[in-house]
């Protein structure tokens, strides 16, 4: 129900719909599906990122269905990954990872995403036309952060379903209830069992350097560790999937994929813009934990919030004619694409590096890239904050 305040709030679908319309008329709304006040400014949106002792990320329900609770008990952490925690907790646990993922670190990996890359590319290259998004955007997150973080990559499928009933792509949310528990607890304890393998046998992954970390004195306890890593999976995979296939897809349509790909800078302008323009993750939740105010409006202490991610990084007054891909943008990088403040995207130098790998082993293997005659629409695919498309269908050339 809409809450009574003195600012001007609508309950509204068309956040998603027309966004430049809601923002102009009303910062905050309340969304009935949402269930709380969506903050579409950008200027509304840093605020509350910038404030995360008032802004909590803490999931408000609890985090299993109450059946599942006690089969998960001592065996699958309660909060995956870094999203849901606050601090102190979240920096002690960030600090765990942070080291491991700075751009400069991260470049050793470079010579196995590109082989990756090209492997999968040998799989379809011949047929002279695919699914870009079924046959290379899907699995090479999966191959590439499993490699990072101490997994099998052959395992990707694997990987990839046994997370089904915490999200993910809609092709591994198959399967009955009773195989997605046991998914859960299969992946938790493969994982768990590398964690004591890694103790004494590290290797250059990040499994290892938690450990190292921990040796240092850094105080975290085992299933804290093993919150780090499926989580890992979870907030990496399906958003590097769903930017490349929808990016890619934008590029085509618009005749931009040339330039966009031509070389490494222009691959990179390219991708920062997309990130802007094409949100994979829509937006994330918040609660206010006190009384306090948004943009001068009052909110009070329990109200959930929404804070958009695709709005904010279309809001003219940041980013001018922001509904325009413009590959050549000046000053883009403060779009809200890997988010901001204490949960900004950890993983964004991999997803910089893992998506200009990609731009650039397509530039070269699919000659003349195009999307397919018979593809014309592009279908979104919403699932809670994430979006994507359900196919990305191209051809290229073929040599004579
Ligand atoms: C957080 C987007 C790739 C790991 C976030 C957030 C966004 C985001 C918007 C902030 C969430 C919030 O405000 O609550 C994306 C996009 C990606 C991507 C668009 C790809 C294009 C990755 C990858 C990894 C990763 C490859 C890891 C391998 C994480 C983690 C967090 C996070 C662990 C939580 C950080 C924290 O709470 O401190 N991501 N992400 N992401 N992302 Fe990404």
Redesign the pocket.
Known sequence: MARKLSCPFADSRALFEDLSAVRSKHSLQHDSVLKGLVISRYSDIVEV?DKPETFS?KPTIPPFPEPVRPIFAGKVPEKS?????DNPD?DR??LS?ASF?VPRRLQRFEPEIKRLAHELVDGFVADGKADLKHSFALPL?LK??AT??GLDPARWQWLGRSLALFGGHAEFRTGTIHEQVQGILDIHAYVAELIQERKTDRRDDLISHIWNERDKGLEMTDMEHLA?IP???L???E??T???SMGMSHLLHLGLWEKASKDDDSRKSALEEL?RFE???T????EALVETTIGGCPVAAGTQLF?A?NSGSRDPTRFPMPDVLDIDRQSVTQH?????????????P???I??QIEMSVLAERLPGLRLDEEYSEIEYDHVH?ARGISKLEVAWELPV
């Open positions: 990122l990320s990954t870094l999203l849901n925690w979240h646990l960030r990872v993922f997150p590439v952060i990072v973080a780090m989580g890992l999976l907030a990496g995979h958003t590097t769903n930017l490349l990130l949100s994979a993750v937006g994330m939740r918040r804070v991610y809200l694409g890997f988010g901001r403040g204490i949960h900004a995207c950890l993983g964004a991999l997803a910089r893992l998506l904050e």
